[in-house]
């Protein structure tokens, strides 16, 4: 889906976000804001309305005595007070008048979500590169590292996007996971996912398949396996969930099988998955395109582990 154009413009590389109003008891736009996005207090709402930050669809400036209008979609950035620096930098691949290919490292979310916004690869990206329409045509986790394709115009951006919708690209991880040897590995994991209890989190229900993970080995210690893994679906943390099914949960995962409590990021910790390589037919020119990160995993897993 395309975004929808914004009256503000990008700034610092982030693109302003939008919210439509809905109907309710609010009498100001003000009072809305401040009590729907309770992380950003009143008087900063009210600093940014008189900054003129704070806008409609038609580009007109939100005062603080503005009445509340059901339905009005109203447009704003995204900024925080403190944001968790990330010191690694992603690397761009490659480059064309259609197509960025990056290297995301660990702990660096795709774009602008939560409690992120300076910090994502999407905003870096763009100040890098200068290109305001810059957007992600796929996503991978935040705590995953390797490779994320993004479209650079809005005109061709659908038959990129198209591709991930009909499974025509071909996707390839690496991860590193505890392993005993005689321990039985699938070729192929096939799970029902859903929501768990926890927003964060998704499980295994049972069901027909909506899922679906090839399993390969590299490589393996006493300890540990090096696993290639294919997947053909593409839902929120299947790898992970699959792995964590499987009796083999990724190294460093803090969400499973065990959802550790919110902490700031170790980085001398990240989650050993990695987007290893990704293959498809180019929709404009039908050439066939090949893609592989220059990131690594800790492999062998150091003895001290």
């Not at 900054?51 to 005595?65: K, M, Q, R, Y």
């Not at 490779?147 to 659908?158: E, G, H, K």
Request: hydrophobic share 40%; glycine share 4%.
């Amino acid at each position: 889906m395309l975004p929808l154009p914004s009256p503000l413009p990008v700034r610092d590389g982030v693109s302003p976000s939008c919210t439509v109003l809905p109907p309710g008891h609010w009498s100001t736009i003000a009072e809305f804001l401040a009590e729907r996005f309770v992380a950003i207090s009143a008087d900063t709402w009210l600093r940014r309305i008189e900054a003129g930050e704070v806008v409609d669809v038609n580009g007109l400036a939100v005062t603080p005595a503005r009445r509340f209008e059901p339905h009005l979609k109203v447009f704003y950035y995204r900024k925080f007070e403190y944001e968790q620096a990330i010191p690694f930098e992603p690397e761009v691949l490659y480059r064309d008048e259609h197509l960025v290919i990056a290297d995301k490292p660990h702990f660096l979310p795709v774009a602008p979500v939560g409690k992120y916004v300076q910090q994502t690869l999407l905003v870096r990206l763009k100040r890098q590169l200068g290109i305001d329409d810059l957007v992600p045509v796929h996503r991978i986790d935040r705590e995953t590292a390797g490779l994320v394709m993004l479209s650079v115009q809005p005109a061709t951006r659908n038959a990129y996007h198209t591709l991930f919708e009909k499974r025509r690209v071909e996707k390839h991880y690496e991860a590193i996971v505890p392993w005993q040897a005689g321990q039985p590995m699938p070729d192929v994991r096939r799970s029902r996912l859903a929501p768990d209890s926890h927003f964060m989190r998704m499980r295994e229900v049972d069901g027909e398949p909506n899922s679906e993970t090839h399993i390969a080995m590299l490589d393996q210690t006493e300890h540990w396996a090096h696993l290639r893994l294919s997947p053909v679906t593409g839902r929120q943390h299947q790898l992970r969930v699959h792995c964590a099914a499987l009796g083999m949960p990724i190294r460093n995962d803090a969400i499973y099988p065990v959802l550790l409590p919110e902490a700031p990021a170790d980085f001398d910790r990240p989650l050993q998955l990695l987007a290893r390589e990704l293959r498809f037919v180019d929709p404009l020119s039908g050439e066939s395109r090949r893609f592989e990160t220059r990131l690594k995993l800790a492999w062998p897993v150091p003895p001290l582990d």
